[in-house]
């Protein structure tokens, strides 16, 4: 299963979620009890925290997706890091290659592409809270210069 695929799996199935303890959260307030009625608010309140998280990630997957076919169509998206036969980095290569791309970005910290391709080493060399960092700053910067 592709990663586009999964996600629209995943809002597919939070919707439904949403609706059917949206359903039972309307059933515990109409009791009136108050345990009930807390209960009936939680079942709101969490479903809504985990509708917010999901579009915080679709709409994160959609944008850095878009700047990587910018940045393709541009042709600045070629990292120079050699593949496995699985389609992975080289992780050695990944950490040898990655001092350039992060004093890129350090010499031009208002460049989204710089940022964009920083992520995309940091992602090669396995640390993806850096990438997915890099790659939301690069979206930030990229908003701005639009």
């Known amino acids: 299963m592709t990663s586009k695929a999964g996600a629209i799996l995943m809002a597919v199935l939070l919707a439904l979620y949403v609706v059917l303890v949206g359903w039972r959260a309307v059933q515990f307030m109409a009791t009136g009890e108050p345990v009930a009625l807390g209960i009936g608010i939680a079942l709101i309140v969490l479903p809504i925290i985990a509708a917010w998280a ?3 990630e679709i709409s994160f997957g ?5 700047l990587m076919r910018r940045l393709e169509d541009e042709g600045g998206l070629e990292l120079d890091i050699p593949v496995l036969p699985s389609g992975r980095p080289e992780r050695a290569a990944a950490d040898a290659a990655f001092p350039a791309f992060r004093e890129a970005a350090e010499a031009d910290p208002d460049s989204w592409r710089a940022w964009l391709r920083l992520g995309l080493a940091y992602d090669a ?3 993806r809270r850096r990438a997915r960092g890099a790659v939301r700053r690069a979206i ?3 908003r701005a210069e639009r």
């Not at 959609?62 to 878009?66: E, I």
């Open 54 to 56: 999901l579009w915080r």
């Open 62 to 66: 959609v944008r850095s997706q878009a």
């Open 125 to 127: 060399a396995g640390d």
């Open 140 to 142: 930030t910067l990229e």
